[in-house]
């Protein structure tokens, strides 16, 4: 299982008012803490003292099922806390979007994918996963709302990891909102998935 792990807001070393943005499992181990210790909380509201089973429940992502890039998938907080506390009510949304497509590139060919943000003020986070051991190169490259590459516009961002890099990733905070193109550039045939999340 995966949990939160890029652009996470941590305090600052040394600052008493500071914040930076990281990623990495120095960020995702304390989200697994803080969302195990609410599951604890949770699990001693029910009276229980026979110390039962915590599990966390999961969001899938990227291949159906289990996958090398996400195990299981993304750690779902609020069913996890729930199903500690042996809750059944309560439902959660952050409004926020997150989708999958899966697809097979052909070497020498761009994939174009548009997608129409209509909020703002978060991440808006594209990952393009090579789901099997072959691992082909492939690049990803997202346009800005109002530019194309059709106009001959330069990509907004740009993720050109090397041959068996099995992950893209690019991140964009505070994103504005509008239509974003996102290119996949194929330089060997190999199946992809293409998570977008905002």
Not at 11 to 20: D, I, K, L, R, W
Not at 112 to 140: H, I, M, Q, S, W
Not at 161 to 175: C, E, K, L, R, T
Not at 183 to 189: F, I, K, N, S
């Amino acid at each position: 299982m995966v949990a939160p792990g890029t652009n996470i807001t941590a305090a600052m070393h040394g600052s008493t008012n500071g914040y930076v943005s990281k990623n990495g499992t120095s960020m995702s181990s304390p989200a697994v803490t803080g969302i195990h210790a609410l599951m604890l909380d949770a699990y001693y509201t029910t009276g229980d003292t026979n110390g039962g089973e915590l599990a966390a429940v999961p969001i899938d992502m990227g291949a159906p099922g289990y996958d090398m890039n996400y195990g299981n998938g993304m750690i779902d907080i609020h069913e996890s806390i729930k199903r500690a506390g042996g809750w059944s009510y309560g439902s959660f949304s952050s409004g926020g979007f997150y989708g999958t497509i899966y697809d097979t590139a052909t070497a020498g060919f761009d994939y174009f994918y548009k997608v129409n943000v209509n909020r703002t003020g978060a991440d808006l986070n594209v990952t393009l996963l090579n789901p099997t051991e072959n691992r082909g190169d492939v690049d990803l490259m997202v346009w800005n709302p109002g530019t194309s590459p059709q106009n001959g516009d330069d990509p907004a961002v740009v993720s050109e990891n090397g041959w068996g890099d099995p992950q893209d990733m690019i991140s964009i905070p505070n994103y504005p909102s509008g239509e974003y193109i996102i290119v996949v550039r194929a330089y060997h045939d190999t199946p992809y998935s293409l998570d977008i999340s905002y």
